[in-house]
């Protein structure tokens, strides 16, 4: 079965210093993954998406992710938090039984600190 | 950009009533979805449009029937409100996949309360 795990509910960084979120998925096939992000109040914002070319991903906003088939991880970074960086972050990974549905990880609340 | 706009952001109801989530978006997107957002859980597909009139369920349809008549539009019904359907609901909307899966674009969500 496929899933998507991130690691982290709750991430905390001083405002300036690198960004790490972890995701791992279970696929028996070449996934599509995604990292989504939700400000407050807000809808889901797509930050980046992986479709089996470049398996480091750049993003918009300064993040990155590098998909990693060994490890099946899919992991989120930014070199620099900042305070605007505050938000709930979702890994997602594409179902091999649709070309529509996605699996949402359950999140990662990034909290930056002044 | 894509403008995904849902109707209410915030929205009050009472048990038993019929309730109506709208959503809108206008890049002619032939795809839309309507999700439900709970602590913890993620996000949970309802029900999925991939033209007008035609709709598939999604992971979690029981207590909710969707409609799409028009290519925009992509309403979300509760049927009789129930107290376990108080959540975040989003509406999305995206490209057909045709082999590769497409980014979603969500609105703003509304939240919903059955009292």
Redesign the interface.
């Known amino acids: 079965a496929q899933s998507v795990t991130q690691l982290d509910?709750h991430v905390s960084v001083s405002e300036g210093t690198p960004v790490l979120l972890r995701c791992n998925y279970s696929s028996s096939y070449s996934p599509?993954l995604?990292w989504?992000v939700q400000h407050p109040?807000?809808?889901?914002?797509?930050l980046l998406?992986y479709?089996s070319a470049a398996t480091l991903v750049k993003g918009i906003n300064g993040f990155e992710a590098e998909f990693k088939k060994s490890e099946t991880s899919f992991h989120l970074t930014k070199p620099s938090a900042h305070m605007s960086d505050a938000a709930e972050y979702?890994c997602v990974v594409?179902r091999w039984d649709s070309?529509?549905?996605?699996i949402?990880?359950?999140?990662t609340r990034l909290l930056v600190r002044p | 950009d894509v403008k995904v706009t849902q109707s209410s952001r915030y929205l009050v109801k009472r048990t038993g009533e019929k309730v109506f989530l709208e959503c809108v978006q206008d890049m002619d997107h032939e795809n839309m979805f309507w999700y439900r957002q709970d602590p913890g859980l993620g996000l949970r597909l309802i029900y999925f449009s991939y033209d007008v009139k035609m709709k598939e369920k999604g992971d979690i349809p029981e207590g909710y029937s969707v409609s799409r008549e028009k290519k925009e539009r992509f309403s979300l019904i509760l049927e009789s409100a129930s107290t376990n359907q108080t959540s975040m609901y989003l509406c999305a909307s995206s490209l057909p996949g045709q082999g590769i899966h497409q980014p979603q674009h969500f609105g703003d969500g509304t939240r919903l309360s059955i009292l």
Do not use: A, I, V
Not at chain 1, 99 to 102: I, V
Not at chain 1, 104 to 107: H, L, P, Q, W, Y
């Open positions: 509910s599509s995604f989504y109040n807000k809808g889901l914002q797509l998406k479709t979702f594409s070309s529509y549905k996605l949402f990880g359950s999140g």
